[in-house]
């Protein structure tokens, strides 16, 4: 009787102890893969949301391919208007910053207070300024986010008939319209609309243009010839078919898209379809969508592949890739056959370019990936074997070739011997000589515009290089003004901060000792940094409560041109101290003084004014205070 007491309370126990179990597995809420309605970078992404009753995990995967990566200690959740603060992460603990793996990403578990477990949507803000990585409208519901597509465009039925504009020169304007459906402000998307005319000022690819909080931005370039250009939007890119004095209409499912850009539902069906177009193009356009990864001999592991590589082996690799792409456009079914035409023509001319480029190709290789100790390629070749292929190739005889848009590239002696005999390549040639000022924000002399004058032919190529430095005089002027503003506003109105104005000419050697002259017998920090550089602003925030404690420290931040004028005025807002603002030659003239090739950067003065350390990328907040606390003394 009494061991089946026993038995019996065992069993009650065992049953207790199962409920208990199954409770407490209840209790805990799994979504995996959640869809999301924005975000403001291409590095983060939500794999994974456990809502438990004390703590929400978040599983996230941080790409970024070397250098180091961290979570800001302020980063939070807000869910129906409430805050839930980060707790930690075993992988990335606060305040330290973790090397990335050869895999290419950092996966970790970040931790937060508990929301309730009917929490249908939340934001995850890794800084409150949106200075961070930040991802907006988690949803936990199941349902992917949709924006609400015009009829007409659903109902739309590309004419494969169409036809490819002519090649014939035809300066004007080329105007693209944009509408982003799904599209808030607070989203902070960023857009490029990229449209080259072989003399376009370089862009880069941070200085977005501007868009509505209506969702929309319109966009006008120059243009002579019919070209392949590019919308981009966070990391994805859009081709299209730019046509002078024509207009390109384009709508996007913003939603659509945001997942599309990430590795997690990139190779989901239901995200394939996010772009319409509209115009008299709109069969090619929809048509290039389908091919665009096929454009480019240019792959993701290409550099990887060629190191190490003879000029031949070079070559017969460059030739299969080649072979199978243009394999791959040929048996596409989806197109039409102005696009493929198109298609092929780009294919081919990135074919030439790459075999013309592979001494540069091959030698830089080992730099671009960071792999050491490969072996330097003889590059002796017997030129005529060696691009024998080539002859094969009909668009380097044919005026398709000018759909290429670095057609600009073949103006070498070395295209003569490939290519039909083009004028217009002899005018490119002296008008890309002529533009590469634009490259550092210079108009064209009063000198050089008289040889543009009495050596380029064309009439219509010397008014491309004309309109063009017309449009940069132009914006100089504004982005002038600008500065202007963003100086007496900052020096005047400002408690905590200030703006020294550094003269353009000013050589690099004297650039430093003016700054810090000023703030002898005080520690100073220096930051480089720009306004497209996530990491520098990430770490920009963990430093903050630093800054709070040593006030005594003079913080100067050094920015250059390639941060766009207003950007970087919004953005100096939030960062108390003092500013710098360079010119591209003067930033790269200081980083080969002190040899540094990256930012962030970081210099420590002293009170004698001597740099006593000095660190590339964010050394940690108590390396930094150390560093400092020794300047001072």
């Known amino acids: 009787m009494v061991q089946h007491k026993i038995i019996k309370r065992l069993e009650t126990i065992v049953v207790f102890l199962m409920l208990l179990v199954a409770t407490t597995a209840q209790a805990k809420r799994v979504v995996e893969r959640p869809y999301f309605l924005g975000s403001n970078n291409h590095k983060l992404e939500i794999e994974r949301v456990t809502l438990d009753k004390k703590a929400t995990f978040l599983d996230v995967k941080i790409y970024q391919a070397s250098g180091e990566v961290g979570i800001d200690s302020h980063a939070s959740i807000m869910a129906n208007g409430v805050k839930y603060d980060y707790i930690g992460s075993k992988q990335l603990p606060k305040g330290v910053f973790v090397k990335v793996p050869e895999c290419g990403y950092v996966a970790a578990t970040l931790r937060f207070k508990p929301m309730p477990e009917t929490t249908t949507e939340f934001d995850f803000r890794e800084i409150a300024d949106n200075s961070g990585w930040n991802i907006y409208g988690v949803r936990l519901d199941g349902k992917r986010p949709q924006a609400d597509i015009p009829q007409h465009l659903l109902q739309q039925a590309p004419d494969k008939n169409s036809k490819l504009p002519a090649t014939d020169l035809n300066l004007g304007k080329t105007v693209v319209a944009v509408r982003l459906l799904g599209y808030k402000p607070e989203y902070k998307t960023t857009l490029d609309i990229i449209v080259d005319n072989w003399f376009s000022p370089q862009r880069m690819p941070f200085a977005h243009d501007s868009i509505g909080v209506d ?11 019919p070209t392949v250009a590019t919308i981009r939007i966070n990391r994805m890119e859009i081709p299209f078919l730019a046509v002078p004095n024509d207009t390109t209409t384009v709508t996007i499912d913003l939603p659509t898209l945001t997942l599309a850009a990430t590795h997690l539902f990139a190779n989901d069906s239901e995200v394939k379809k996010f772009v319409w177009f509209e115009g008299k193009h709109a069969a090619v356009d929809t048509g290039l969508q389908s091919v665009k990864t096929m454009l480019d001999v240019y792959g993701d592991t290409f550099f990887d ?4 590589m003879t000029p031949l082996q070079y070559r017969d690799y460059v030739q299969q890739i080649y072979e199978r792409l243009s394999a791959a456009i040929n048996s596409n079914a989806a197109i039409g056959s102005a696009t493929r035409t198109l298609a092929q023509n780009i294919l081919s001319m990135n074919y030439a370019s790459a075999l013309f480029g592979f001494k540069n190709n091959i030698s830089m290789a080992p730099m671009i ?7 330097r390629a003889d590059m002796r070749i017997d030129t005529l074997s060696y691009f024998k292929p080539l ?38 040639a002296i008008g890309k000589r002529l533009s590469r000022s634009f490259n550092r924000k210079c108009p064209l002399t009063e000198q050089q515009i008289a040889v543009a004058h009495d050596s380029i032919a064309n009439d219509m190529v010397r008014e491309l290089i004309l309109a063009n430095n017309d449009d940069l005089k132009s914006q100089l002027s504004a982005a002038n003004k600008k500065m202007e503003e963003i100086k007496k506003t900052a020096n005047i109105s400002s408690l905590y901060l200030s703006i020294i104005d550094i003269d353009p000419k000013m050589s690099a050697q004297q650039i430093l000792p003016t700054i810090t002259d000023k703030y002898k017998g005080k520690a100073v920090l220096i930051d480089f940094w720009n306004t497209w550089c996530v990491p520098c602003r990430a770490a920009m925030s963990a430093i903050r409560p630093l800054k709070e404690q040593l006030h005594d420290v003079v913080y100067v931040y050094i920015a250059d041109a390639s941060s766009p004028v207003d950007k970087w005025g919004e953005m100096i807002k939030t960062i108390s101290g003092v500013h710098v603002r360079l010119t591209k030659e003067q930033a790269a003239a200081l980083a080969e003084i002190h040899k540094f090739s990256g930012i962030p950067t970081y210099f420590v003065v ?8 000095q660190k590339t990328s964010f050394p940690g ?9 020794s300047a001072m003394r």
């Not at 592949?305 to 190490?308: E, F, V």
């Not at 009170?607 to 350390?613: L, R």
């Open 621 to 629: 907040v108590e390396t930094l205070r150390e560093q400092l606390v």
């Open 305 to 308: 592949d060629i190191c190490g």
């Open 606 to 613: 002293n009170k004698e004014g001597k740099i006593t350390y």
């Open 215 to 225: 969702g929309t931005c319109r966009v006008s370039a120059n243009a002579i010839l």
């Open 391 to 428: 002859e094969q190739l009909s668009v380097l005889r044919s005026k398709d070739q000018r759909y290429y848009h670095y057609l600009s590239d073949f103006t070498s002696a070395l295209r003569h011997q490939y290519m039909s005999a083009d004028p217009l390549l002899d005018d490119i």
């Open 369 to 375: 990936t960071g792999k050491r100790g490969v072996p």
